[in-house]
């Protein structure tokens, strides 16, 4: 049987996965509904993506869970799409969360906007004084292990273990900018800090634009969607909280329907240009 002259894309979910305040697999099912008029498409659970990639034109990884709960799966799916060359969508050299969290001490480091980091005791005295802390694993996802300690507890804790360190910020809101390749397509904020997920269309301004924009520039990955999570401190600064990179949650069905339209013609368009050229 001759094959379809249409790229075969496999796409990895995880359709049971529950989030608080999120129905991940609502997202999947509109993106995948959508996606079907351009490209022969199959799902798979993240269990099961490293046996099956062969048989497709590329990987698109989208709501699959945080890798803690499949992590040896996740490796040997990663371990086999480097050494044969898939094409994996996101690209699988993503400096952001995809790696860990060391991009919040590298950023630190270089003196970027982004909530202080540090992960050894040497190093507290670089944090600004707070009433409280935050302490969090380096591969940490969804909040996993993060926990707020007192100053007096700093000291105690156990660094040896790939502990970050942050202080706690007394923020307005939170704001999230997503982005497919270098291009934002829209921004979602939580004006109750609070309320992470009660999400409210946001009004992006050209400051904030150059914000986010500067750590997708950052990141250097030639295609995929992004996600910049920010906090507004009360002197109005934003400053990064996280850097999705991996497999972003989109609260599509928070933005209207032109929106929602932009975004899956513009993630089609990227996915078919990395196929073409990849």
Partial sequence: MPRSPRPRVLYVTD???????????DEDIFLTSRLRSTFDLALC????????????????VRNSGPVLGYQEAYEAFRARALAQGTLVYNPLNGRGDM??????????AQGRPVIPTVDRPADLGKLPQAPAYVAK??????????RRVSPAELTGLPYDEGLLVQPHIDFLYEVSFYF?????????????PARRWELRPYEI????????RSFIDWNTLPYGIQRVDACRTREGEL???????????LSLDLVDEATRDAFVAAMTASVRTAVSVG
């Fill in 99 to 108: 790696a860990g969290k060391q991009y919040l001490l590298d950023l630190t």
């Fill in 239 to 249: 400053l990064l909280v996280e850097l999705e990179d991996l497999n972003p949650y």
């Fill in 45 to 60: 659970h993240p269990l099961d993506a490293a046996a099956l990639t062969d048989d497709f034109d590329a990987v698109v």
């Fill in 137 to 146: 694993p380096k591969l940490g996802a969804d909040s996993i292990g993060l």
């Fill in 15 to 25: 359709l049971a996965y529950e989030a608080r305040g999120r129905r991940y697999c």
């Fill in 180 to 192: 497919v390749d270098d291009a934002l397509q829209y921004a979602l904020h939580a004006p109750d």
């Fill in 205 to 212: 301004t050209a400051a904030d634009r150059e914000f986010a």
